[in-house]
């Protein structure tokens, strides 16, 4: 007994990963090519230099100049009327300065802190643009399965209707039938044929809108297997907690809050003294008649502090303390939002689990009933037409609405790892 339980697992955790992996590939297409999450990781990767422009306020900066003269000069006359000999004078000058902040009151510190919350703050946006790739990737994938099943129904409900046309003629020849009950059945297969040409059309829409998302040509067979598995949240307790933890938008929400707290820490720092030292060396050569030639170095410190800037850096502080009071309300509503879109994804992972075994119920009860009326029909028993009819109905509504049960089911897995954070590559490979 334990051999076949181990061989059950093994088959489908392989029938899991062989799903997984043929879902990642289409998945790893999208992430690769979609212009929107290319668009984020070149803004990740400008926001990080954010943080070296920062620290390069606490290292010195070095400054090199020259500038060379040259001035001549004609017709010279003294206030007596005598006229001088031209002159030609060439002046050569070389300066190095280098420059180092003492102190800003802080500015700098909080411009780096500043700089790293605003690179985490992308790397949440960039991790928000993935987790939406990423779902709209596979949603795109398993609705086009679902068009695919929903068109070879209706095509197969068509090929039924068509048959029992031709059987509803040559019965009506043999008086078994009705000219009324013919015209049930003909209308029906103008019916299914009018669904068929929808499905199809839908089927041709789910094409294009896959290969827009994945970025990739839709292959030629498609791999309708459902066994996909994730790791998720055992309960709406577990779900609140890790979206609490790791949702990104709410994550967002509170780095914008710390940032607005830098940023008034920057301003408050604008009326603190501030501390400057500077050291330059200046070669100057003036290339005349006698070469003359002279060296300078330098060295200066230099405090400021600000008093009064009419009233511009006061209302500064007020500006940014506003804003720091904006961004404490935005975090409120966003947990309540966050909260309120997790329960809600967790509800409709749970109602999906359910919607999906009633429609395998309702599938494996309409075709029971399909196959046992159409035998009775066939047989000339007391089924009607119209039974055969509403029984052939009755079972395509059960294959597409168990179809797309199977579907809903996979999103609201995803949709619900989404809202705690851990839709990712390695989500996928994971068995």
């Known amino acids: 007994m334990i051999k076949y ?105 909080n411009n780096l802190k500043k700089s790293i919350l605003e690179f985490e703050k992308a790397k949440n946006e960039y991790k928000q643009v993935e987790q939406d790739t990423i779902l709209k990737s596979v949603s795109s994938y398993y609705d086009w399965i679902f068009k695919d099943k929903s068109k070879n129904f209706n095509l197969a409900n068509v090929d039924l209707f068509e048959r029992q046309v031709e059987s509803d003629r040559s019965r009506l020849q043999k008086g078994e039938i009705s000219l009324t009950d013919l015209a049930q059945s003909e209308s029906s297969l103008a019916g299914a044929q009018a669904a068929f040409i929808k499905a199809d059309s839908e089927y041709v829409s789910a094409i294009a809108e896959f290969e827009r998302i994945n970025r990739t040509s839709a292959p030629e067979d498609l791999n309708d297997n459902y066994d996909v598995s ?77 008093i009064i800037q009419g009233g511009k850096n006061f209302s500064s502080i007020k500006k940014f303390k506003h804003k720091k009071e904006k961004n404490i309300l935005l975090l409120e509503d966003k947990e309540n939002e966050v909260k309120t879109q997790t329960a809600t994804s967790w509800s409709f ?52 609405s168990n179809a797309e049960a199977k579907k809903d089911f996979i999103v609201s897995k995803l949709r619900l790892l989404s809202q705690v954070g851990g839709l990712d590559l390695q989500a996928f490979k994971t068995p």
């Open 230 to 306: 994730f790791l998720m949240p055992q309960s709406l307790k577990d779900s609140l907690e890790l979206s609490n933890i790791n949702n990104p938008s709410l994550a967002i929400a509170r780095i914008n809050l710390a940032i607005s707290e830098k940023e008034l820490n920057i301003e408050k720092a604008r009326l603190s003294p501030s501390a400057t030292l500077n050291y330059s060396k200046t070669e100057n050569k003036d290339l005349s008649a006698t070469v003359d030639e002279d060296e300078q170095e330098t060295v200066k410190a230099t405090v400021t502090w600000p």
């Open 5 to 109: 339980i181990i061989i059950f697992l093994t088959i489908f955790q392989f029938n899991n990963l062989f799903a997984k992996n043929n879902v990642l590939l289409f998945v790893e297409s999208a992430l690769k090519n979609n212009p929107k999450i290319n668009a984020e990781r070149e803004n990740l990767k400008a926001v990080k230099e954010n943080q070296n422009i920062s620290r390069s306020e606490f290292l010195p900066s070095l400054t090199i100049s020259g500038s060379q003269t040259s001035t001549e000069s004609t017709e010279i006359i003294d206030q007596s009327g005598t006229r001088s000999e031209d002159t030609k004078r060439n002046t050569e000058t070389k300066k190095i300065s280098v420059d180092q902040k003492l102190f800003q009151g802080f500015q700098g510190y």
């Open 349 to 400: 992972f749970q109602s999906a689990a359910g919607v999906l075994a009633s429609t395998a119920a309702q599938l494996k009860a309409a075709e029971i009933a399909n196959e046992g009326i159409t035998l009775e029909y066939d047989s000339g028993n007391t089924r009607t037409t119209l039974e055969v009819i509403q029984s052939r109905s009755l079972l395509l509504e059960a294959r597409i």
